[in-house]
């Protein structure tokens, strides 16, 4: 009687079937950091001019939120297909569903399945760029151009806290009875990312977030000169605090335009 062959799938055939398919969601969900790896943290406080550490530090960090801000609007594109659709009266895929449903969660947006509508429209007011000099501004400000301790020991440029005891640094000046600590980050990177967010999830933030829609409403270019006003309480120092940005983002423009003119074009910025 003549051999013969198994039409059954082998142990090895799912075994390798599932590896495939693991590798694939580790693409889906880690690809972003894969694909951006930036240099870590250079050494700014090795340069003997002022002017050359403020203009490595721009060109160091620039790219890092363009790529964040690319990320945005790749899901803000997403986003406003399913809102014309909602408003066509198209009824949306299992898929797309699913999709809205988990951004709304990110971005704290209650989920209502009556109303779609009114979901996509608070997600449009979140689901957009932080501009470039904004968050360079903020970033030199609280990580004194990327020489302060925080910046270099846990990569928080943007002077994020966390609650939770060993999940960052300690503050030296931390009063008695606090809590807080200065929030550790793996990279750069992450610490960016985690900071855009933040301004386009917390309530906090909800007037910079209007501030934006307005200038989206209006036809405008979303400049951080603009949105200035909805720092009011980034910072214990309130006022103080947002003219300071103010003025830092004026001179930040003048300085690129400085070097423009001499010839010494920053890359990336």
């Known amino acids: 009687m003549p051999e013969t062959k198994s039409t059954g799938i082998s142990y090895g055939t799912v075994a390798t079937s599932v590896a495939?398919?693991?590798?694939?969601?580790?693409?889906?969900?880690?690809?972003?950091?894969?694909?951006?790896?930036?240099?870590?943290?250079p050494d700014f406080s090795s340069s003997q001019q002022v002017k050359d550490m403020k203009a490595a530090f721009i060109a160091y960090l620039t790219p890092i939120v363009e790529h964040h801000n690319e990320k945005i609007l790749g899901e803000r594109r997403r986003l406003q297909e399913i809102h014309k659709a909602i408003e066509r009266g198209d009824a949306l895929s299992w898929s797309e569903s699913r999709w809205l449903k988990r951004l709304a969660e990110r971005y704290q947006v209650d989920w209502d399945q009556?109303?779609?509508?009114?979901?996509?429209?608070?997600l449009l007011t979140k689901v957009d760029i932080v501009p470039v000099q904004l968050a360079v501004v903020q970033a030199a400000k609280e990580s004194?151009?990327?020489?302060?301790?925080?910046?270099?020991?846990?990569?928080?440029?943007?002077?994020?806290?966390?609650?939770?005891?060993?999940?960052g640094l300690v503050p030296k000046e931390r009063t008695k009875g606090a809590r807080h600590e200065v929030r550790k980050f793996s990279s750069v990177s992450d610490s960016t990312r985690s900071y855009m967010h933040n301004l386009n999830s917390h309530r906090n933030y909800s007037n910079?977030?209007?501030?934006?829609?307005?200038?989206?409403?209006?036809?405008?270019a979303i400049e951080g000169s603009e949105l200035v006003d909805g720092l009011l309480l980034y910072s214990e120092r309130r006022q103080q605090y947002v003219d300071e940005i103010r003025s830092m983002i004026k001179q930040y423009?003048?300085?690129?335009r400085q070097q423009a003119g001499s010839g010494k074009v920053i890359k990336g910025a």
């Not at 398919?21 to 943290?41: I, T, Y």
């Not at 423009?253 to 690129?256: D, I, Q, R």
Request: proline residues 6%; charged residues 20%; aromatic residues 16%.
């Open 208 to 220: 910079l977030r209007q501030l934006r829609q307005d200038l989206r409403a209006g036809g405008r």
């Open 144 to 167: 004194s151009w990327g020489r302060s301790r925080y910046a270099v020991q846990v990569n928080n440029m943007f002077g994020e806290w966390c609650y939770k005891k060993g999940c």
């Open 253 to 256: 423009s003048y300085f690129l």
């Open 114 to 122: 009556a109303d779609p509508p009114a979901v996509t429209q608070a």
């Open 20 to 41: 495939l398919f693991l590798f694939l969601l580790m693409l889906l969900f880690l690809g972003d950091r894969w694909a951006a790896k930036f240099p870590p943290l």
